[in-house]
């Protein structure tokens, strides 16, 4: 009963907290990981490679701004080709190349690129054999720009199993992992922005669809479970369970990017 008159009956510090949140910076934008390549100097005839960039499209805002030639590599067939379309309709030079292609084991040679772009596809492989393929191929000045997605201390027990299941989710996604594989591939962080969940607030913030769209959506999943599951089978729904939860993990804290740009040491 006394917690219930502190809180009900006007003891909760609201302005404190609110204060708090009303004074705090705003949440940082989407499109930082594009501003870390101006800290490195990009121009034209450099070569960048977009790892796991499926279609490339976030490339090609680079070649736009920077007249580099693109490499985009992904193991998906359908990615690529509906790229190279794109990429032919707007009339983009240097015309990227689309490259079928594990990152992994990257069909590239040594020394021969100046930046590679991996946009959240890190819990998609084995960051040790996906940093020493950095490694191999970057040239001796060029740089790793980084967008990396990880389960914080909050995703917790069967959640954190729910994430495994529903995701293809690789050791890509535990923080620890990364930084030893990217030590042991001899590269070494210049520099490390921690945004947690910032550019998802903003998004919020800015009224985005998705977001909206994907609570909703897992609303109707999880009052649907039963109709879905026995439609689809538990590991496709697992999927989509993930998929629609995405967003609402970052707003949580439960998944926090953190964006690096690395170097060789
Ligand atoms: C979540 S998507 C991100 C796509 C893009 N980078 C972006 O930010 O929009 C992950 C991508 O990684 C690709 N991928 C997964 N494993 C890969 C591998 N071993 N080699 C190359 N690409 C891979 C997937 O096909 C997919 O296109």
Known sequence: MRRSLEIFGGGA?????????????????????????ESIGLGAGDIV????????????????????????MDIVEDG??????????????????????????????DSSIDLIWACD??????PDAFFRECSRVLRTAGRVIVQAVYMTERLEGAERQRFFDGNP???GSERELVESAIDAAGLSVVQAEDVGSEEWEHRLQQGEQRIREDLLTLSRLLRHEDEV????????????????????HFLHGKLGTVLYVLGRR
Request: charged share 20%; aromatic share 8%; proline share 7%.
């Open 13 to 37: 510090p609201d302005d404190i907290v609110y204060g708090i949140l009303e004074k705090a910076p705003p949440p940082r934008e989407r499109g930082l990981m594009a501003k870390l390549v």
């Open 80 to 109: 690529l080709r509906g790229g190279r379309n794109q990429a032919l309709e707007m009339g983009l030079q240097p015309l990227p190349m689309f490259v079928r292609g594990d990152v992994q084991a990257m069909p590239l040679r």
């Open 169 to 171: 989710s690789s050791p």
């Open 229 to 248: 599951r026995s439609a689809v089978g538990d590991k496709w729904f697992q999927h989509y369970l993930a998929r629609h939860e995405w967003a609402s």
């Open 49 to 72: 490679l977009d790892a796991g960039g499926y279609s490339g499209h976030h490339g090609f805002e680079l070649v736009k701004r920077f007249g580099c030639q693109l490499v985009v």
């Open 121 to 126: 596809m890190l819990g998609c492989v084995e």
